[in-house]
């Protein structure tokens, strides 16, 4: 089956700091790429669509400029959160979905958990 | 508004029992309703629903769709502590240029005591 990864796993830095969070399609391309942020003992809200070589589509409320998104190929995206706070602290899901599937089924990550101190 | 609801939030049950978990959704353009499993980290999928009325089925776990009255159920039988999660309803409607979205609910956590 389609292995989508997350890297690192689990993150803890400084307010302040930016902290870059990786998501790559292991064995298939992913057309599209999205970015979950899901806070203790809530669902899974979608953050931003990100399109291969294009600009990432983010969901209202979502601040474009503190969450960087880069989607430099089909097997790899980048969140940033720059210059982290506290209530930034999350655990951060990505998923692809495979260029050449009839379902467009979403693949997800593992998840990276950021604390923010 | 939530545009997906689940029913109940959480549900405490015993080895053996039948637990029936629920999904409500209201969306412009639907594609496709896919239910998910989350343990400690991201969701892994169960079953995706296109079609109404046809159920699927893995082991113990089945889930049917039902698109005029806009619900979704899945039922797990003979429940095992290993079932024991957050189950995740999501919907995946047009969001316009060619893409398609989740939205998910808030899930159902279930609790199966031995």
């Known amino acids: 089956g389609a292995v989508v990864s997350q890297h690192p796993s689990r993150v803890i830095c400084k307010s302040g700091t930016s902290v870059k969070i990786e998501c790559r399609s292991l064995?298939?391309?992913?057309?599209?790429m999205f970015w979950y942020r899901q806070f203790p003992k809530q669902s899974l809200m979608l953050m931003a669509t990100s399109n291969e070589g294009s600009k990432a589509t983010y969901e209202q409320g979502v601040e474009k400029d503190k969450f960087l998104i880069n989607h430099a190929s089909l097997t790899l995206s980048t969140l940033t959160v720059t210059s982290a706070h506290p209530e930034d602290s999350s655990f951060y899901i990505c998923?692809?979905?495979?260029?050449?599937?009839?379902?467009?089924?979403?693949?997800f990550g593992p998840g990276t958990r950021l604390t923010v101190l | 508004e939530d545009k997906v609801v689940q029913s109940p939030l959480s549900l405490v049950v015993h080895e053996g029992d039948t637990v029936t978990l629920n999904c409500s959704y209201e969306?412009?353009?639907?594609?496709?309703l896919l239910w998910y499993k989350q343990e400690k980290k991201a969701p892994t999928f169960l079953f995706m629903l296109t079609s109404s009325g046809i159920e699927k089925k893995s082991g113990r776990l089945s889930s049917i769709l039902d698109k005029k009255e806009l619900f979704s159920i899945l039922n797990i039988t003979a429940t095992q502590t290993g079932d024991s999660a957050v189950y995740l309803c999501?919907?995946?409607?047009?969001?316009?240029?060619?893409?398609?979205?989740?939205?998910f609910g808030k899930g159902t956590k279930l609790s199966v005591i031995p």
């Open positions: 998923s692809a979905r495979e260029l050449l599937s009839s379902y467009n089924e979403q693949f």
């Open positions: 969306v412009t353009n639907f594609r496709s």
């Open positions: 064995d298939f391309q992913a057309t599209t």
């Open positions: 999501a919907v995946e409607d047009y969001s316009g240029a060619g893409s398609y979205q989740l939205t």
